[in-house]
C-alpha cells in the first residue's frame, strides 16, 4: 500500500534545543544498521505506551545523550515512512494501528539539509486500549512514566480490559444485597427531593423496589433469575461499612484547610466515621453545603424570590457529582475533596475516559458509572452528561480566575481537579499598572494587559509564561510582547529562546547589560514550531508537544535562587538533620526519594540545587522526580512550564501533602 506524506522545509528553523524530551516527547536515533535510516526497534515500546497513556509525540533522527541534543537526520525518510506503516498495520507486530498517513509528518532541517521524522500518536479510547506488541496483551502493554516506558503489571491490563468491555461499572449486580443493606434515611431523603422536584412523575408511585429498579439501583437478571441491588444503588444509598465490604478501597474525605500547611492539619472534615450513613447521597449533600459557606452571592432576584445561586455554586456542584460518577471505586485510592480561601481541590479514583480536550468541548460523556450519573441528574444535583466540564471552565474563565487544572496521575490512577479562585490580575496589579501607564492601559488587548501583569508579579515576563495564559497563537503572543516594545511599555533582554520583557526602570536581578551568545533560535524561528502545532492543521498535536517558547538561561550555578532560603538559615539547619540519613544512603527506592522532596518542600520554596545540596544528589538526578511530581500535581512550581528557570524553586501541594501522607 502507497502512504502519502507532509514533506516540507523548515526555513528558519535549526536548533531542537527548545524541545524538551518528556513524557510527551520522544528522540529516536532511527539511524539503522546502514546510516540511511530504519524504524528502531524501541520505537513500538513508546507507541504502545504513548497511546496507552497521553498520546505525544516520537521524533526520529535526534539523539540525546543527557543534556545534549544532536539532529542525526534520516537519509531516506520516504522509505523509513513506508516501513513504519508496514510494521504497524502487521497484526503480528502491533494490536492495533492508529497512525494515520496525515500523523506522520516529514521536516527538513534549515541549513543542513537533514531530513527529521515527527510521528504524532494520539491517545488511544477507552474502546482500543489496551494497544500492546505482539499478541499477547500481558507481555507487550506498556505505559508513559515521565521520559520511561514501562511494562505494564498484569492488574493494569486487566483493568484496561475490564474498561474496554465495561460501559458501565455500577451496573454490576449484587444478588445477595437487598432493600436491608440500604440506610433508609437516606433512601427517604432521596425520594422526597425527587418528589418535591416532580410531583406529577410516575415513579413517585412506585414503591421502594420499583423506584430504584427506575434509577438503576436494583436490578434482575432474567437468565439466571438472579435479583439484588446493582452497586450504583449500593454506593448512592448503602451503609458505609457494607459498601466496604464490596469495595475495600472505598473511602469518601473531605477536609477544609486555612493554608497548605499540613501543621495546621485541617479545621473540618467528613469522612467515614460511623457517625453518619458513609453512602454518595449523603456525602454529597453534607459536603455541598460546605463548599457553599464563605462564597460571595451577589444579590438577585426571580420574581418576588431571591436567587443565591451563581455560576460558582454550579460549577462547584457539577465538579462534586463529576467526582463521584466517574470515580473507579476499584481503585487504591480515595475520593477526596479539599476546600481552602484560595482553591477547591477535587480528587478521584481513575483516569478520565476521555481526552481532556475533548471534555472540555462537551457533548460527550463517558461516564464510568452511569446510574450514579442519572441519580444525580434526576434530583437537580448535575446538568445533562458532557456538560460539567465544560460549564467549570467557562464559569472560572468567566471569573477572570486562574484556569482550572484536570491532572491525571498513574499508578496508582487518579485524577484531580484544581480550582483556584485566584485572579489572573488582581486588583493591586491593576493599580500599580494604573499608576504606571494612568488609564491608557486598560484599553489595551487582552494579551498585552496579561504581559504587563505578569511583569507586575514577577518583574519580567517570556513567551513560555505568557502562553499558557492565553488560547491565542505562538505568533500573537510573539506579536503582543513585540509591541509593548515597540510602544515603549517593555524594554527587552537576552536573545533566542533567552529572551525576556521587563520594565526599562526595574529590571529583573539577573538582566545584565552585555549582550548574550544566541543560545537558541529566536521566537520568530520558535514560531515555527507552533505552526507545525497549529490546531487548524493538526488539532491535537498542539496538546501533544510541551510549551516551546522562549526560556531563561539555566543560571542554577551563577545565582543564588531568587526569594528562596539558604542553607545557613535555621530552618534550612534542621531540614539538614532530616536529611542526613538521606545522604548517606547510596540508593533510595522511588516512594523514599518523593517522600523526602515532599517533606522537604512542605511550606518551604527549595530550588533544585538545593534539594541537591540537602540530598547530596546532583541536580540533574533529582530532575525527573521532582517533574513526576510536578505532573502528578504534588509539587507546583514557582515559575510553572520553565524548570530550568534561574528562580525556580518547588512547593508541596495539598494534594502532595496526602500522597506523602499515604508513602508513609
Known sequence: MKHSFVTQGLSVFDDFQAITEDDSVEYKKAAGKNGKGSVPNDFFESYSAMVNTNGGTIILGIEQIGEKISILGIEEPERVVKELFDLL????????NLLSSQRVIIREVHKTGKRLIFVLVPRASRAQKPVYIGQNPFTGTFRRNFEGDYLCPRDIVEKMIAEKVTESQDAKLLPHYGLDDLDTNSLKTYRNNFKSRQPTHPWNDEDDKGFLECLGGYRRDRDNNQEG???????????????QDIVPNYFLDYQERLDDNIENRWVDRIT???????????????VIQKLYADLKVPFKLSGSQRVDDTPIHESLREALVNTLIHADYSEKV????????????FQNPGLLRIPLDEAK????????????QKMFFMVGFSDRAGTGIPKIFKNWTDQHWHPPLVLERIDPDETILQLKMVSLIPEETFNELNTRFGNQFRELPELQLLALATVVSKGFVTHSLLKPLTKEHSREVTTALASLVRDGKLVDGGKGRNKYYFFEDDPPPFHSAEPKPLLAPSEAELDFIYDLLDPVELPELAQQLPSLGAKLPDLDSKLPSLG????EDPLSSALWTFTEPARAKRKLSREEMEAILLTLCTNNWLSPVELGK???RDVETLRPHIQRLVNSGYLEGRYPGTPKHPGQAY??????????????
Open 89 to 96: 498495520n502487521n497484526p503480528q507486530k502491533t494490536s492495533i
Open 229 to 243: 441491588l446493582t452497586l450504583a444503588g449500593l454506593l448512592m444509598f448503602g451503609k458505609g461499612h457494607i459498601i
Open 272 to 286: 467515614i466515621d460511623g457517625v453518619w450513613s458513609g453512602n454518595l447521597y449523603d456525602f454529597y449533600r453534607r
Open 334 to 345: 480515595s475520593i477526596l475533596v479539599i476546600k481552602r480561601p484560595d482553591m477547591f481541590i
Open 361 to 372: 468541548r462537551g457533548g460527550n460523556s463517558d461516564c464510568r458509572n452511569k446510574s450514579l
Open 564 to 567: 528562596v532560603k539558604e542553607v
Open 614 to 616: 540537602y540530598l547530596s
Open 651 to 664: 512547593k508541596t501541594t495539598p494534594a502532595g501533602t496526602m500522597y506523602k501522607d499515604n508513602l508513609g
